[in-house]
């Protein structure tokens, strides 16, 4: 379902303790309504569910953002039953969505990407060269960067949620 970007309100310098502290007074945020395939848990990421019959049903429907289903839309604001509808943000700041920090530590400004079970963990780096594990000598394993969902906009090192900026994929 469509949404707009309408800004309700530029703050001046001069305004202070008037709401300029939530995003989602001067529409920083942006948000759309899909169906859930499965429960989802808010906070969680969730992507399209490309397992649906139809076309349609495959841009509007989401599950748990994992490998399966590979076409992260953002962050669930809600908690959601199977056919129920949700809200996701699909841009903007999210408080509390679900974070895997305590594998690999994440440090604001880290980029994340999809995890497991609707978390997002910090993405993985990879060498410019390619030849990892064989002390240089040949080419190594090509592989593709995963998708860049959020950016870490607090330190998380335990398995939680922490506050991040979703990037627009959808």
């Not at 001067?26 to 899909?34: A, D, H, K, L």
């Not at 349609?56 to 509808?85: H, N």
């Not at 980029?111 to 993985?124: D, F, I, M, Q, S």
């Amino acid at each position: 379902m469509a949404t707009n970007t309408l800004i309700q309100k530029l703050f001046g310098v001069d305004e202070t303790g008037v709401g300029e502290s939530d995003a989602g007074v001067s529409n920083r945020q942006q948000i759309e309504t899909f169906r859930c395939s499965e429960a989802i848990t808010a906070g969680a990421v969730v992507s399209l569910d490309v397992s649906q019959t139809s076309n349609g049903l495959r841009g509007m429907v989401v599950a748990l953002a994992d490998a399966a289903d590979y076409i992260p839309v953002g962050v669930a604001v809600s908690a959601g039953a199977i056919d129920t509808y949700i809200d996701v943000t699909i841009r903007g700041i999210v408080e509390e969505a679900l974070t895997k920090g305590d594998a690999v530590g994440i440090t604001a400004g880290d980029r994340l990407v999809v995890g497991t079970a609707g978390k997002l963990e910090k993405a993985p780096s990879y060498r410019s060269d390619q030849k990892e594990g064989d002390g240089g000598a040949g080419t190594g394993a090509v592989t593709q960067q995963a998708l860049i969902v959020a950016i870490a906009m607090e330190d998380q090192a335990a398995d939680g949620s922490s506050r991040v900026f979703v990037l627009n994929n959808y």
